[in-house]
C-alpha cells in the first residue's frame, strides 16, 4: 500500500487550498483513511479522517474550517480554509485497514508528509 500526497506548499494567511491522497495497492479492509499533521518534536494529531461507516471525525484546530471527502480513485481531499500561520506544518495521510487478506490484522499506512505553510 502506498499514499502518494499532492498539494500543500506556500498560502497566503485567509486563503484556501487543498491536500490530496491518492491510495494505491490492496486494502481489503479500510477502517479508516484521513490525516494528520506532526509539528516538531511532538505527536501526530488528527486533522481529519472517515470512518468505514462515513462519518467524518476532526480535530479541535479543524472544526469549522476543514472538510475531508473521497473524490476520484482512492484519492481523499482535505479542503482547507481561513488558514492561519498555525496551520503551517508537515500533513501525513494516513489508512487504518489490513492489507492482503482479511484476519492479517490491522495497521496504519502513512505516506511520506507533505509541507504546508502559511504566510501572515
Known amino acids: 500500500v502506498r499514499l502518494a500526497e499532492s498539494g500543500g506548499g506556500s498560502v497566503q494567511a485567509g486563503g484556501s487550498t487543498r491536500l490530496s491522497c491518492l491510495k494505491t495497492g490492496e486494502i481489503v479492509e479500510q477502517y479508516s483513511m484521513g490525516w494528520y499533521r506532526r509539528d516538531p518534536g511532538q505527536e501526530r494529531e488528527l486533522v481529519a479522517r472517515?470512518?468505514?461507516?462515513?462519518?467524518s471525525e476532526y480535530g479541535e484546530r479543524a472544526k469549522g474550517r476543514f472538510t475531508a471527502f473521497f473524490g476520484e480513485r482512492d484519492t481523499i481531499v482535505l479542503h482547507m480554509t481561513n488558514l492561519s500561520a498555525a496551520d503551517t506544518g508537515a500533513y501525513f495521510c494516513?489508512?487504518?485497514?489490513?492489507?492482503?487478506?482479511?484476519?492479517?490484522?490491522?495497521?496504519?499506512?502513512w505516506g511520506q508528509g507533505i509541507q504546508l505553510t502559511v504566510a501572515s
Open positions: 494516513n489508512v487504518y485497514g489490513e492489507e492482503g487478506r482479511r484476519g492479517s490484522g490491522a495497521r496504519d499506512f
Open positions: 472517515i470512518n468505514n461507516r462515513g462519518i
